[in-house]
Structure formats: structure tokens, C-alpha cells
């Protein structure tokens, strides 16, 4: 029995934090909003120089061979800076889809997400339909969104299908006839969004198809990614609420002291440790192929999204009007927690995962 | 990383199960939960079962083999903790004496204490209890007044205990009393053990929200302890207390457990609720949150154990576990009440069982964010100790 972290995953998970620290925390999220994505993409290729692009790619395809549970704090130090960059898109969903496929060109891929060369983005949203005919497969999304479209080389959607999943992932290059991007102004000041519109046809032999089954297992690892990452942005809200609350003073002493302040905080913790919890605890169940894994990633997404709407709210009650301004990064949290509500999934869909069962 | 209890574990969880089906009373597995209602046949019902689990070594486990335990790792506890909770076994009266006492004993007791108390604990011989709390001593447990004063080879006590769960079957207590001021409010209280089968204590049971009377008023007057038993030294038995309550870890684990329970009760209650209703998406999505909570609070559990397991001390994280599974639990039972519909307007236990029951989990849930350790005191705990924030300004 043995819930935590190993000695060589926290410090994996410390030297990632170094890394994102000396490039400047949140300063590089709003750099990339004020439309400067250089320093964005400096990231990016520090990143991929340590081998972090790589951490789910098999090692006899260039990457680190390590599994989800080693994820679990290099995502979080990410989402704890507001890093900009399609992440769990790329690092997880992509890298897990691809790593269950016999498919050459999937294996191909595998390697460029390990070299940091290719970056991978997921339509949600909107619809998404595959019609097949004697004149081949042809794709048409309609009113889908996307984050970072002007920065990634594939699009995966989730199409839907009749089987019994289903859907299944299907990922086209972003440059493909009969793909439209319409840039659009995001709430999350930290990423790029566009609406997405595909008719058809885009299916070609780069394209690659996962199988229903394999998409599931990939959205399941992505569902805890996305969580792992909205419990550093949490971690880091309670982090800066905690500080300012030992600071700042009114009525002769520090608003800390107070107790309205006080037991705020303290539910702001014990949201973030219990998302935490759940975090480890769907990697695990991946990881070991447990029978419950859906439920255990879909738990995680779900308490992630609720808990993390929650802290950030409270983060800008602690800091009072200061967390009401542009200039402070309590906004930014917040925005970050709300854009990702429906994203891996909506939580009524997380909620359905969930089996009512008598133990 | 793992989740899995080990064969060790596995296999004490195999013997205890085993041994639990020999000796519940009979019918008790498969749902006839019957105790006594007469109050003095309960604690007759009840020390007889605490026996039981003594004469089959189960009890005092965890004690040192030196002391007539087994040396039992944190991880087989927590299985009997399991196990009992997986049939909602009766309540084990003398938790006090084999969780508390005894290894507080064996840590700071004197030669003969130890020779003449433990046996007795282990055997349950001796039931316990425990005399902390007061009327104005709750959360400010340092406030306490009932006075202990020489008189020769004795102390004398005078004043009043409160909360003191199975005062009216217990043989001992294990109190806290004030036997002097000192510079600061927690000098001057020792710890002392107090036999109570002897003149001057009156046990008056507390009629508690949920209709137990399982509290209890202890009044002490004119009542002897001798010098030699007094815990650690005389004026300084506010840190044999601090050593007790850090042994309390177990008892959590029975919330988290029964928190279990619950939640596996209102899926229970939901299939059934749902079969002639139209809101069964809503009441299924209102389960499944619950579902999802319910998992968050046994991840934290199992990482904390994790931790003790494995030597690492949890210090005030302690608190945050009980904080989340009592509030938690209380707004499970909460919507478990309000699946009954009118019916939740009822105390009537010849009605639906169900509930009964319901109302029972829901108000003795309340109880359990008020006992050893508030939600409010607890938050405190957790945003000084931890977060590291300014401590409420006081006296």
C-alpha cells in the first residue's frame, strides 16, 4: 500500500517547475495573450530539450517510456504555471492514442511528439460526423472548438460512430484542404481558441484512425491529465491566497487572521489535496489496467472542474478588490478552470461514468 | 504506487472475516441487527461482545507482544476496521481502554500501572472511558476545572466530566483534572486514572439528538485517586493527553469505512426510489457526485496511510481527513433522508426500516463533526497548522 509519488518523480516533477520558473511563471501566458507566442514557443523547445514532450512514448521511439502516474506532477507544475501550449492534448491524449496503434504512421508520430516537432490539438464541442461511401471516408465538424489552432499540426476529433463506444479519435493535419479555422477571442487570455469547420474530404493516409476502444483508453489518460493540470492551478491559486492573506493587514493585523479568511483557505486546501487524491488515483488505475479505470478518470475530471471553479472563486474573495484587477493572475486561474468545464468531457458526461455500484 | 493491502493483510482479513461469521450473534450477517433497547441489557450485550473480541485476540492487537499484543502493522488494523464495519459489527465499548489507554500507558505509564492495568484492558476485563471534556471545557479543553487536591497518599476530585461516551458500563477512567496554575493554561493538569465503582460519581446519560444515550454527565464528589496513579508527572498531564490523542488514528478509519456504508446504502436507495419516478436522471447524477466525493475522501485516506505505513508522521494533516469524511457524511445522509420523501417525517420504527435507518446515519452524522475535534476548530487547525496563517486572537 503505497499512495504516493516515488522519490524520482517528484524531482522530475521539481525540475519542471525550475524550468517553467526561469522562463518567467505566468509572464509567458501573458505574453502569449498580448500576441507574442515567441516566448510560448521557447517553452516549447526547453521543454522538449528536457524530454518532457516524450514522458508517455515508448523509449525505442525516442521518448521516456515512463507511465501515466510519472505524468501526474510534470502536468500539474504546467497547469500551476498557466504554461500556454496544448499539453495534455499532446503529451497524453495523442501519445496514448498512438502508443496502443500498430499503425506505421501512428508509430511515426509517436517519435515527433517525443522530439517536440509535432503538436496536437482536440476539437470539442460542435459536432463531428465520419460518412463513409464507396468514394472514401469524409469528415465534417461543424461549430467545434479548438484551442492553439494556429499552433498545431494535428487535429484530433472525436467522431461519433455506431459503435458501441461510440466514437472514436480520428486525427487529420491541420493543413488539410477543407479544414476552416475562425480565430476567435478566448476567456482564457492564456491560450488561443478558434471555431473549427471541416467538410470533408480530409481523410487521407496521413490520417490516422484510432480503433473505439483505444480512443476510450486515450480520452480516459487525457480526463486525468486535464485534472493533474487544474490541481497545480489550484495548488498555485492557494499558494498566492495564503501569502496575501499573511500580508496584507486591515484593522491592525493580517486578514489571515480572521476566520471567515482562515476556514476559507482551509477548504481551498482540503479541495485541492482531494483532487490531488483522485488524481494519483486515476494515473494508477490506468496505469495498472484496473477494472474501474474509466470511472477512476472520469471521477477525476469531475472533481477537478467543481473543485477548481471553487478555489479559484475563493482565490479572488481572499484577495478582495486586488483580485478583481487585469493585473492580478487570479483571473487568469480562474478563466483557465471555466474554460476547461466541458473540456475532456462535460461533467454530466463524467457523472455518467460513474457506476452506482453495491460493493 | 499501489493500492493493494499485501497478502500479510490479505490474510488477517481472511481469518478475522472467518472469525466474525463463528461469533456475530446469530443472523447477523445476512441482516437481523438486533440489540437489547433496555439500556442495562445493551451494556451487558455490548461488554460481552468486547470480551469476545478479547478472548479471540483481536482486541489490543497492536500492542507490543512484550505487553500481550501482537505487534501488529497500521495496515491489519485497518482491515479489522474493515471487516467490522463491512457487517456494521455492534460498537466495541472498550476502544478507549485498548486504543487509547493502553498504548498511552505502555508509553508513559509507570511499572505498576502497566502491571496492574493492562492485563485487565486487554482481557476487557476492564472497560474505560475517557473524562476530558467539560460544560465549559470543549474546544478550550484547557479550561478545565474539576479539581483534584492532596489529601495524604490520595487526590481528592471535585466537579463535573461531560461526553464521556460508555460512562455507564465503565470499570476505569482515564481523566484530566487540574491540580494547579501555572504560566500558561495548560500547566497544571494532570492525568490521572480513576476507578468508578466507588461513592461520590453519579453517571446521568445525555439524550442525544439521534435518541442514544450513549453520553454521559459524570459528576465527581468527594472521589479518591491515589498518587500512584497519576499519569507522567502531577501538573504536566497535558502532554500524556497531547500522546493519547495521537492514537486516535484508527478510530478514523471506522468513519471512512462507514462513510462506505452510506454511500452504498443510498445507491441502494436510489434503485429502489427510481423505479417509479421520472427524476431518476436527477437522483442518479445527484448519487453519482456522491460517488465521485466518496472516492476523493478514501484516495486522501489511503495517501495519509501511505504515509504512516511507510514511517512518514502526518502531523496536523491528520486533521483533514476527518474534517472532509464527517461533513461529507452528513450531507450524504442528508439526501438519503430526503429520498424518503413524507415519510422522512417520521420516527416510527415499525415502519420502512429503511427509514429508520436514514434518519439515524443523518443525525448521528451531525455528532460526528462536533466530537474530537470540531469542523470549525479543525479548520482552524488546518489553515495555522499547516497553511501556516495567524492564530485567532485570545486571552
Not at chain 1, 491560450?191 to 473505439?212: A, F, H, N
Not at chain 1, 479541495?271 to 484496473?290: H, K, M, N, Q, T
Not at chain 2, 497492536?62 to 474493515?82: H, K, S, T
Amino acid at each position: 500500500m503505497d499512495l504516493r509519488l516515488s522519490a524520482d518523480q517528484v524531482a522530475f516533477g521539481q525540475a519542471v517547475r525550475s524550468l517553467l520558473d526561469s522562463a518567467g511563471g505566468t509572464l509567458v501566458a501573458r505574453r502569449f495573450a498580448a500576441g507574442e507566442p515567441t516566448t510560448a514557443v521557447d517553452l516549447w523547445r526547453e521543454l522538449a530539450a528536457a524530454g518532457v514532450p516524450g514522458i508517455l512514448v515508448p523509449e525505442d521511439r525516442g521518448g521516456l517510456g515512463l507511465g501515466l502516474v510519472s505524468a501526474v506532477p510534470v502536468l500539474e507544475e504546467l497547469g500551476r504555471a498557466l504554461a500556454p501550449g496544448p499539453f495534455a492534448e499532446t503529451y497524453v491524449l495523442a501519445a496514448a492514442a498512438f502508443s496502443r496503434m500498430s499503425d506505421p504512421a501512428a508509430k511515426a508520430r509517436l517519435a515527433d511528439i517525443a522530439s517536440g516537432s509535432l503538436r496536437v490539438g482536440l476539437c470539442f464541442g460542435g459536432e463531428a460526423h465520419l460518412v463513409r461511401s464507396s468514394q472514401g471516408a469524409r469528415l465534417f465538424v461543424a461549430d467545434a472548438l479548438a484551442f492553439y489552432p494556429a499552433h498545431v499540426d494535428l487535429l484530433a476529433i472525436d467522431v461519433a460512430d455506431g459503435s458501441s463506444e461510440g466514437s472514436h479519435l480520428v486525427f487529420v493535419r491541420r493543413d488539410s484542404p477543407g479544414i476552416r479555422f475562425d480565430a476567435r477571442t478566448p476567456v482564457d487570455p492564456s491560450v488561443g481558441i478558434g471555431l473549427v469547420w471541416i467538410d470533408g474530404p480530409v481523410m487521407s493516409p496521413d490520417t490516422i484512425e484510432c480503433d473505439p476502444a483505444g480512443s476510450r483508453r486515450a480520452i480516459d489518460a487525457f480526463r486525468v491529465a486535464l485534472a493533474c493540470m487544474l490541481v497545480g492551478t489550484m495548488s498555485r491559486v492557494l499558494e498566492l491566497s495564503t501569502d496575501h492573506a499573511k500580508t496584507r493587514t486591515q484593522f491592525g493585523q493580517p486578514i489571515g487572521r480572521f476566520q471567515a479568511i482562515k476556514h476559507r483557505l482551509a477548504d481551498m486546501y482540503s479541495a485541492v489535496e482531494l483532487s490531488r487524491s483522485l488524481c494519483y488515483d486515476g494515473a494508477l488505475a490506468i496505469e495498472e489496467g484496473r477494472s474501474d479505470l474509466a470511472a477512476a478518470a472520469a471521477a477525476a475530471k469531475a472533481f477537478a472542474t467543481t473543485s477548481s471553479l471553487r478555489v479559484c472563486l475563493d482565490g479572488i474573495q481572499v484577495h478582495g478588490g486586488l483580485g478583481f484587477t487585469w493585473e492580478s493572475d487570479m483571473h487568469l486561474f480562474l478563466k483557465r478552470a471555466r474554460s476547461w468545464e466541458h473540456y475532456g468531457g462535460s461533467p454530466a458526461d463524467c457523472l455518467d461514468a460513474m457506476k452506482l455500484e453495491v460493493t | 504506487m499501489d493500492r493493494a493491502y499485501g497478502a500479510e493483510a490479505e490474510a488477517v482479513r481472511i481469518r478475522f472475516r472467518r472469525w466474525l461469521g463463528d461469533h456475530l450473534p446469530a443472523g447477523w450477517t445476512s441482516g437481523k441487527r438486533e440489540i437489547p433497547k433496555h439500556p442495562a441489557e445493551e451494556d451487558r450485550f455490548l461488554r460481552r461482545w468486547a470480551e469476545d473480541l478479547a478472548r479471540g485476540g483481536w482486541a489490543g492487537m497492536a500492542w507490543p507482544a512484550a505487553y500481550g499484543g501482537r505487534d501488529a502493522p497500521l495496515l491489519e488494523q485497518i482491515v479489522l476496521e474493515e471487516e467490522l464495519a463491512h457487517v456494521e459489527a455492534p460498537h466495541f465499548v472498550n476502544f478507549v481502554g485498548t486504543n487509547l489507554v493502553g498504548p498511552t500507558l505502555i508509553a508513559l505509564g509507570s511499572e505498576s500501572q502497566k502491571r496492574t492495568y493492562l492485563p485487565r484492558i486487554l482481557s476487557c476485563e476492564e472497560v474505560w472511558c475517557q473524562g476530558f471534556s467539560e460544560p465549559n471545557a470543549g474546544s478550550d479543553l484547557a479550561a478545565l476545572s474539576l479539581r483534584a487536591v492532596p489529601d495524604g497518599q490520595d487526590l481528592v476530585l471535585t466537579g463535573q466530566k461531560t461526553w464521556t461516551s460508555f460512562a455507564t458500563i465503565a470499570d476505569r477512567c482515564f481523566l484530566l483534572a487540574r491540580t494547579g496554575i501555572g504560566a500558561r493554561r495548560h500547566d497544571g493538569i494532570t492525568a490521572l486514572i480513576v476507578d468508578m465503582r466507588q461513592p461520590g460519581i453519579e453517571v446521568r446519560p445525555i439524550h442525544q439528538i439521534n435518541g442514544s444515550r450513549r453520553f454521559n454527565e459524570v459528576f465527581f464528589s468527594g472521589v479518591r485517586a491515589g498518587r500512584a496513579d497519576i499519569v507522567g508527572e502531577i501538573d504536566r498531564g497535558w502532554s500524556v493527553a497531547m500522546t493519547m490523542l495521537q492514537f486516535e488514528r484508527v478510530a478514523l478509519a471506522a468513519q471512512v469505512f462507514a462513510l462506505r456504508n452510506s454511500l452504498t446504502r443510498l445507491v441502494r436507495t436510489v434503485e429502489r426510489a427510481t423505479r417509479t419516478s421520472e427524476a431518476a436522471a436527477v437522483r442518479r447524477r445527484t448519487v453519482a457526485e456522491f460517488v465521485v466525493r466518496c472516492r476523493a475522501v478514501e484516495a486522501l485516506f489511503y495517501r495519509h496511510l501511505s504515509e504512516q505505513i511507510h514511517g512518514v508522521a502526518l502531523g496536523p494533516r491528520g486533521s483533514l481527513v476527518k474534517l472532509v469524511v464527517t461533513e461529507l457524511h452528513k450531507e450524504l445522509a442528508g439526501v438519503g433522508v430526503g429520498l424518503m420523501g413524507s415519510t422522512g417525517a417520521l420516527w416510527d420504527d415499525e415502519a420502512d426500516p429503511l427509514v429508520a435507518r436514514w434518519r439515524d446515519v443523518w443525525l448521528t452524522s451531525i455528532g460526528y463533526t462536533l466530537a474530537g475535534g470540531t469542523s470549525e476548530i479543525l479548520r482552524n487547525l488546518v489553515a495555522e497548522r499547516i497553511l501556516g496563517l495567524p492564530r485567532d486572537l485570545r486571552d
